[in-house]
């Protein structure tokens, strides 16, 4: 794994994007302003008008995500909010979306409840085949690597090279990393969705999403869409993914290293089966993210006997917490089949958290000994 001295300079810089900003007694942190009106005398000079539009709290946290990102971004009150306005900014009547099959379920439930009914046609391609498949005629192609839950990843540069040939745009969910460890954008993807709600809110508490994209005319479309049909963050909720962002990459440092050591002895653990953890050299998915990714990540995809182990195990495990979703301070785990993703019964994912790992670890053999 390559660590980039650009990445630690821009890690370094995101705890200081106010400063060039601030004078003489302002606040060193974001003001949360939550005023749905502006003074506004006159409509023709610019500022602050009114709070579907813009808002100085949003503005904070896109400041901060675009240098994260390299490039302008554009906030969102969930990450389907801002996939939903990703996609629609790309698709007319008869668009072609090649989207991955094995991806976030709830993208193909909205693809197919509100684009395919407009006459947008899906084709569903399963993440690893990404790179070999079909674009003719697409008008975009949406990638998620790794793919949750399933940790399968694809060359995102190679599936971007093809897909811009074949005249495509090219969406990238970065959910599952956060662009502390992918940075799409620079693997020549257009835009980047993500949920906020994840890693970067990072503490179970803020629903959030961003789109990024370097591509002013695709960026003014996703902007449009957020006014008009008015899919905006709350204040609040911005501050706190302010704050949050601001811990991210020490963060994720923690979670990424105790995963390694965690998927480790998963790894030598006579109970556990179909093990994935991209960072094991002998999972499928360690070549692709050693080159296209600064770590792989805190997921962790497990299987246990059936049902019923996977769930003894969560309940005997002092410190991991039972819920959906992932990316928080604490460590969580649940059985995916619960929600009808394609995998085994008894098949587990783990999103590792910010625990002492050796604390732990013992609590994991706790649960394995059950
Ligand atoms: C959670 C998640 C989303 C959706 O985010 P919300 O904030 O729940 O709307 C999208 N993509 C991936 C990969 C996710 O894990």
């Known amino acids: 794994m390559t660590i980039r001295n650009d990445d630690d300079r821009r890690f370094a810089e995101l705890l200081h994007h106010r400063s060039a900003r601030l004078g003489q007694g302002d606040p060193v942190t974001p003001p949360l302003v939550s005023a749905a009106t502006y003074h506004l005398p006159r409509v023709d000079q610019g500022g602050f008008m ?26 969102f009150p969930s990450g389907m909010g801002a996939i939903s306005a990703a996609l629609f900014a790309c698709v007319t009547a008869g668009t072609r979306v090649v989207m991955p099959s094995d991806g ?9 409840g509100f684009l395919r009914p407009f006459g947008v046609t899906v084709d ?9 498949a079909d674009f003719t005629g697409a ?4 990638v998620e690597t790794p793919s949750n839950p399933g940790l399968d990843v694809c060359d995102i540069a190679a599936v971007a090279a093809r897909a811009k040939a074949a ?4 969406i990238v969910d970065n959910t599952t990393l ?3 460890l992918q940075r799409p954008l620079d693997l020549g993807a257009d835009l980047v969705v993500a949920a906020d709600t994840k890693a970067p809110g990072g503490h179970s508490d803020v629903l959030f999403g961003h789109v990024a994209g370097r591509d002013e005319g695709l960026m003014q479309r996703v902007r449009d869409w957020r006014k008009l049909s008015g899919a905006v963050p709350g204040a609040f909720e911005a501050w706190l993914v302010h704050r949050g962002i601001e811990t991210l990459e020490v963060r994720l440092a923690r979670m990424c290293a105790s995963a390694q050591v965690v998927a480790e002895r998963l790894a030598a653990h006579p109970r556990v089966r179909g093990l994935r953890y991209p960072g094991l050299a002998t999972d499928p998915s360690h070549a692709v993210m050693a080159r296209q990714a600064r770590g792989f990540g805190f997921l ?19 410190f991991i917490a039972r819920t959906t979703s992932f990316g928080s301070t604490h460590t969580a785990g649940e059985r995916r089949a619960r929600w009808g993703d394609a995998v085994a019964p008894g098949f587990l994912r783990l999103s590792i958290g910010v625990e002492p790992v050796e604390a732990l670890w013992a609590g994991i053999a706790e649960g394995l000994a059950a």
């Open 178 to 180: 956060t662009a502390v």
């Open 124 to 132: 569903y391609v399963p993440t690893v085949a990404m790179a070999e």
């Open 104 to 112: 976030y379920y709830t993208v193909r439930l909205f693809v197919e």
């Open 167 to 170: 005249g495509a745009v090219v």
């Open 50 to 75: 009114y709070g579907r539009m813009s808002m100085p709290t949003w503005e904070e946290v896109e400041a901060q995500l675009a240098v994260l990102e390299g490039a302008p971004c554009v906030a």
């Open 300 to 318: 962790i995809g497990m299987e246990l006997e059936g049902e019923a182990e996977a769930e003894r195990f969560l309940e005997a495990c002092p």
């Open 139 to 142: 008008g975009v192609v949406y």
